[in-house]
């Protein structure tokens, strides 16, 4: 009894030592690539927006859009929920991952309904960002208006 | 094209800052996220962040810390428009667009799509 708890505690040790430096590097290679790419792509597109004459500012509002309409659109397909499995913080960190983290919510809980199913529950995870967004804004808001 | 390297590279970067956190700490991809946001935000508030964006583009404003320093510039323009006002309109107005379109296309998402739908 004991024995085999100790065997079993040592394994765990194994597993622990064993595995996480290797999936470390692996799925920071994965996420180096994929969160890269999406930002290339970003850039292709400014690149485009911007030879047709908007000014800087539109020019990212416009871009952010299409990521993030392109995101929401991928995420109906089931397709940016398998890239998102390959890839990790690769396709969480980039402004795609905030579409997608409003877009996949909002269509697994459509079962209870268009208020508190899709209406709610797509801010399961854009909430807390919009929430500490704006905390975080309005602090640094008082520091400018009272330093500046 | 050294634009689209520069955004490659600093974009993945900064993703694998995000991955390694996900990777060796207990924090949650939401709980990354936000910090992001967060941090973004203070950088921006710091005028550090338009620095990255001037030598990275897309790479730094495509992740989510860009997302922060967009409510950052967005706020400081409005303090210097409106004043003591600009406080608490600058971040909502600078994250608007952004927001209403995941917002609009994520609802549209949950219409066509359902769960379990095969592809």
Redesign the interface.
Known sequence: MNATEQKKQKYAEMVKHAS?RS??LI??L???????????A??????YIESLGFAREET??I???I???SA??L?????YDKIAKFS???T????????N???AP???H??EGLVLG?GAK?FL??G???V???V???I??????FM? | MEGLFLAFLVGGLICVIGQVLIDLTKLTPARIVVLFVVVGCILGGLGLYERLVEFAGAGATVPILGFGNLLARGVKQAVDERGLIGVITGGFTAMAGGVTVAVVFGFLAALVSSPGMKE
């Open positions: 996480p999936t470390v799925n920071s994965k996420a180096f690539f994929v969160g890269g790419a999406i930002c290339a970003g850039q292709l597109i400014y690149n990212g509002i871009v952010a859009g990521l993030v309409a929401a659109l995420t109906a397909l089931r397709v990790g913080a690769g969480i960190i980039p402004i795609t991952g905030f579409a983290a409003i877009a909002a269509i697994e459509k079962k899709v797509m995870i854009a807390p960002v919009i500490y967004g704006t975080t804004s309005v640094v808001g008082l520091v400018y208006y500046r």
